[in-house]
């Protein structure tokens, strides 16, 4: 595959498998995945029949967040291997017709990078690189409260560390050793670029990026608005969409050449609205392919509350916010679609139903009803599988910095270890980073060692052997997904109209593209469901896929349509 042959748009009609490398394969028995782990699954991959490898961070990091700290953005960590096994897995990506994606993370580096290190004299010419800053007027430099703002970090604390040889505190929206770039400084702006450009010549066909829309931040860094019962307000609250972002993005995709080169750039974006979604991924401004939104992700905490504040999401309420997005970019722009990631609990354990009896049947009608949706869907490791949470019953089980910060700091305002727990057990990271699960050997075929986290106790039902080697598995009902995305222009660019808004089942839609109509009908609930008049006649449509045996389908009176408990068809409708 030639990079420079990139059609414009391809990513339409491309589907995205994101690999997090520490999980994924072990190749020399450390316990921990790796880049030759990754080349040695390729074939996999192909079979599934994904366009796009993207692959979480593999540079040099003190792994104080799992690679999300970087101290080198031009090395890869000896822990995942060397530049020359990153090269050798995008060639021979690129054989197998699989584009390479890197994580791009630019808000933050480590505090173990040089730029940083230099930064901290104060007389460095890298001083402002960083958003150094002195105590409050009258406060003692280090004392309680003297921080620069009232900012709380995303991992619980203050956002500010403050440094003694220095006299000074810098800025971390997240873990105080991810110290935040300062990108008005425009010496910053262009090593981003330079680096950025570095990859690009190096063969890789797109960028995800980190938390960008953090990366203009006013620079008087105003105080926030604390939440009712909380003592910090949230940094995020403060630092996320400023009034910078569009420049700096269109400056980057100038100085990179990110359109001209036809790659693939998708924005982790939390707190952006729609209309800012639509500016970003409008073409015509020159920004990025698409972004990540997450307000389908957070509707299913309380009103006000943190993640951790959990809270029923019944099935019109999402159903109507994805179809929100759907009519919003559905002239200008384009969507992201997904249900789960490295930083998200798995889909079927938090969206379907996990249990013995129905876990195939939700995760194949969960991954029907967002890859018949419009954008570019999605694959999280195991996805395809039906991975589920980790049954975890203690705090020991984690490993997650931003769920050991959690538990620390709720069990010491005095919330019971057992509620906190039980939080933990539906949303902490660390169920979508068990390792993949290969096999019903020991560790799930992942390694011949010891594994970084446990892998999950199901692997001998729930494992890619026995996926491919059943033609019902949910792994061949997404291969069935993907090859339908590159066989129908509908899917595509079908137009999208959402039908019975209000049903507490069942979730339908249609896809139009001239005269060509596909109907999807899902019931998502682990009931029967009648389908309610409101929707087109099946009578003589043609099933493209179905999730159960149709031989199975029940006896029903009348004319009455029922999906038996998650039951999902795609019908193409006849013409006229």
Request: hydrophobic fraction near 40%; glycine fraction near 8%.
């Amino acid at each position: 595959m030639d990079p420079e042959l990139r059609p414009p748009d391809w990513w339409k009609s491309a589907v995205v498998y994101q690999v997090y490398p520490r999980s994924f394969q072990d190749s020399d028995g450390d316990g921990v995945g790796d880049i030759p782990g990754i080349t040695s699954r390729l074939d996999y991959l192909a079979e599934l029949g994904v366009d796009v490898l993207w692959l979480s961070p593999v540079y040099a990091s003190p792994m104080d967040d799992n690679g999300y700290d970087i101290s080198d953005y031009r090395d890869v960590d000896p822990l995942f291997g060397s530049l020359a096994d990153l090269d050798r897995l995008t060639a021979q990506a690129h054989a197998r017709g699989i584009r390479l994606v890197m994580d791009l993370v630019v808000n933050h580096t480590s505090d173990e990078h040089p730029w940083f290190a230099e930064s901290r004299d104060p007389q460095s010419a890298k001083r402002d690189w960083y958003w150094w800053r002195p105590a409050r007027g009258g406060a003692e430099p280090g004392s309680p409260g003297a921080e620069p703002t009232n900012w709380e970090s995303a991992f619980s604390g203050s956002a500010w560390e403050y440094d003694g040889r220095s006299g000074e505190y810098y800025l971390h929206v997240f873990s105080r050793k991810q110290p935040d770039l300062n990108w008005e400084n425009p010496e910053v702006r262009r090593a981003v670029y330079d680096m950025m450009r570095w990859w690009v010549d190096r063969g890789v066909d797109g960028f995800r990026m980190d938390v960008i829309n953090l990366i203009s931040k006013d620079p008087g860094l105003p105080d926030g608005v604390v939440p009712p019962g909380h003592g910090l307000a949230p940094a995020f609250d403060s630092v996320a969409n400023g009034s910078r972002l569009h420049e700096f993005l269109q400056e980057m995709n100038r100085e990179v050449g990110l359109d001209k080169a036809a790659l693939l750039t998708v924005g982790e974006m939390p707190g952006s609205t729609l209309a800012l979604a639509r500016e970003v991924t409008d073409p015509s401004r020159g920004e990025l392919s698409m972004v990540f939104t997450f307000e389908h992700v957070n509707l299913d905490r309380q009103p006000g509350g943190d993640k951790w504040a959990l809270a029923d999401l019944p099935l019109p309420v999402l159903k109507g916010n994805l179809a929100t997005w759907q009519r919003g970019l559905a002239e200008t722009g384009w969507n992201s679609l997904y249900w789960d990631n490295h930083d998200q609990p798995r889909a079927v354990s938090r969206f379907g139903d996990d249990s013995a009896e129905h876990r195939v049947a939700s995760a194949k009608t969960l991954g029907t009803v967002l890859h018949l949706h419009k954008g570019t869907p999605y694959v999280y490791q195991g996805e395809e599988l039906g991975m589920t949470n980790m049954p975890c019953a203690d705090i020991s089980q984690y490993r997650d910095i931003e769920a050991l910060n959690h538990y620390r700091d709720a069990v010491g305002r005095g919330v019971r270890p057992e509620a906190v727990l039980a939080s933990l057990a539906v949303r902490a990271r660390d169920h979508a980073r068990t390792p993949m699960q290969w096999d019903a050997s020991e560790h799930a075929g992942f390694t011949s060692g010891e594994p970084w986290l446990p892998v999950n106790p199901n692997t001998s039902e729930v494992n890619a052997k026995a996926a491919v080697d059943d033609p019902g598995s949910v792994f061949h009902h997404y291969r069935r997904l993907v090859e339908l995305r590159h066989r129908l222009p509908v899917v595509v660019e079908g137009r999208f109209e959402l039908l019975l808004p209000d049903d507490e089942q069942v979730w339908a839609f249609t896809r139009t593209l001239d005269e060509e109509v596909l109907l999807v009908l899902a019931n998502c609930s682990s009931q029967p469901a009648a389908v309610a008049a409101g929707v087109p006649e099946v009578m003589g449509a043609e099933v493209l896929l179905g999730t159960h045996d149709p031989d199975g389908a029940p006896d029903v009176p009348g004319d009455a349509l029922v999906l038996r408990p998650w039951e999902s068809r795609v019908y193409r409708l006849p013409p006229g």
